[in-house]
């Protein structure tokens, strides 16, 4: 049986010490990391389209309700990451404690959360390219900067259009970006770095300056009266926290980095608190002065954080912020395709994907073909779907995969109650028998079925109402993952070749 398949945690370590990345990244390192990789599309385009369609000035709350979804998660990554130093994030966590099967499907959840998530940060990449070109005397025809499907709100939900249109500038930076990463690792986290440094100082000067801006009177209400169909009220908040919690699916990338950590059991918890922690404050700050400073009605536009900066009425810091978004933007693509390729070349690692994903490049110490395969998804997606539709589909896979995660926890300390854990989650357990059932890793799972409700509610009602994309886009993506893992990762997977040994 399948479901028996479990790696231990010393094949999981063994595995990850023997992979041939290098261990060059620090706390610092690792810390810019996750905030690079989360402070992107979620607050520079995600922000002011929960505003506009969903929450009204109360989606400060949403970014409060999802920052707490994900700091239970957070603790959990940090426990595992201490206790298991390994590469892979919540897949090798899984192939761990719930077996291979449970690992596949969280790897492919991964995968896609990840995808489109940089897809969807391509397409936020777009939207201030274009505004800051616009500045420069430089127009982009429409048909070249957006999607080929198109999503609009309409008062049966999400209506979708096609045309003969392609998002060249998303395209282009995945791709730009993708080239980074197969080069290497220590020359770009050094980039990564100081793009992260000067997104984090735009955002700051943004707030600074928006703070004498505001405008009180456009908090009012606060609570825009309910519409129905989860817009506006108080399910409202619950609906934009689902779009926002968009905005942290970065942070857990750190996790990813264990094997190229120079000491994962200290560092990487460090890396994946201090990054969340950071953002959220970023979050609640900017949320504050974005809906302080223009009408949250006219938010619902690809570039919101440049209105807002035009409403301030200060030319120089509309330019800023449209340059910080279009540069740090990137280093939010950086994070998650470096993410994504690690999950993808753990996963070939364990023979559950072709090894040419595990093959590492003899002068980059890369995974390139794993890197350039993926890339070339991601760029195809970001051409052509829309950052309405992406983002409820990160959230999703993201949601799903942090479930696993609190429940890998739970898992782990009843099946392994005397191992060494550097860092342990709060706030205490109560025991039945063996079981352990810590109050962290509950919470996280109740706070991450939270935010996938109102997302099924949305996807359900939209086939009724006639639209099928995301249903069939989730269909497919679920049906390949099932033919690969039931055709070459049941048979070729290191475990299986091993039991015929």
């Known amino acids: ?115 489109v998530s940089c897809a969807g940060v391509a397409s936020g990449f777009s939207g201030y390219a274009v505004s800051f070109l616009h500045d420069l005397g430089i127009f982009v025809p429409n048909p070249l900067h957006a999607p080929v499907v198109t999503a609009s709100i309409a008062p049966n939900g999400t209506a979708l259009s096609a045309g003969w249109r392609i ?41 600074s300056v928006g703070l004498t801006a505001i405008h009180p009177d456009y908090w009012h209400p606060f609570f825009p009266p309910s519409e129905g169909a989860f817009r506006y009220g108080f399910t409202g908040v619950f609906r934009a926290a689902s779009v926002v919690f968009f905005a942290y699916v970065g942070f857990e990338a750190v996790s990813t980095a264990s094997t190229e950590a120079r000491s994962p059991r200290r560092d990487i918890p460090i890396g994946i608190i201090g990054s969340l922690l950071i953002c959220t404050l970023i979050y609640l700050c900017v949320a504050l002065v974005l809906t302080g400073v223009v009408p949250w009605r006219q938010l619902d536009v690809s570039d919101p954080l440049a209105l807002a900066a035009d409403a301030i009425g200060s030319p120089s810091l509309a330019v800023l912020v449209k340059l910080a978004g279009v540069i740090g933007l990137c280093s939010v693509l950086f994070g998650l395709l470096y993410g994504q390729s690690r999950i993808f070349f753990t996963m070939a690692q364990d023979g559950l994907l072709p090894p040419i994903f595990n093959r590492l490049h003899p002068r980059f110490h890369t995974p390139v073909a794993g890197s350039l395969l993926l890339g070339l998804l991601v760029a195809l997606a970001a051409a052509t779907l829309p950052i309405d539709i992406i983002s409820d589909l990160v959230s999703i896979g993201t949601a799903a995969a942090f479930g696993v995660v609190n429940l890998t926890v739970i898992r782990d300390r009843s099946a392994r109650p005397e191992a060494e854990r550097p860092y342990s989650v709060p706030l205490g357990a109560l025991r039945i028998g063996r079981l352990w059932l810590g109050l962290t890793p509950l919470l996280g799972i109740l706070f991450a079925g939270v935010m996938m409700l109102p997302l099924l509610v949305e996807l359900i009602s939209g086939i009724l109402s006639g639209n099928w994309l995301p249903a069939i886009l989730l269909g497919l993506y679920f049906a390949s993952g099932a033919v690969i893992y039931r055709f070459y990762g049941l048979s070729h997977s290191e475990l299986a070749r091993n039991r015929k040994i």
């Open 1 to 115: 049986m399948t479901e028996a398949r479990r790696k231990t945690v010393e094949q999981a370590v063994q595995a990850s010490e023997t992979s041939g990345l290098r261990r060059t990244m620090g706390p610092f390192h690792l810390t810019m990391l996750g905030v690079g990789s989360t402070v992107g599309a979620g607050i520079y385009v995600m922000a002011g389209t929960a505003a506009a369609n969903y929450a009204g000035p109360a989606v400060i709350l949403s970014f409060v309700i999802a920052g707490l979804a994900c700091l239970f998660t957070a603790f959990s990554y940090a426990e595992l990451a201490s206790s298991i130093p390994v590469s892979g994030s919540a897949y090798t966590y899984a192939y761990v404690s719930l077996g291979e099967r449970a690992a596949w499907w969280v790897g492919w959840l991964l995968l896609l959360e990840y995808g």
């Open 167 to 207: 998002d060249l500038p998303a395209t282009a930076s995945v791709l730009i970006v993708t080239a980074m990463l197969m080069r290497g690792v220590t020359e770009s986290i050094t980039i990564n770095t100081a793009i992260v440094l000067l997104k984090t100082m735009t955002l700051l000067v943004f707030v």
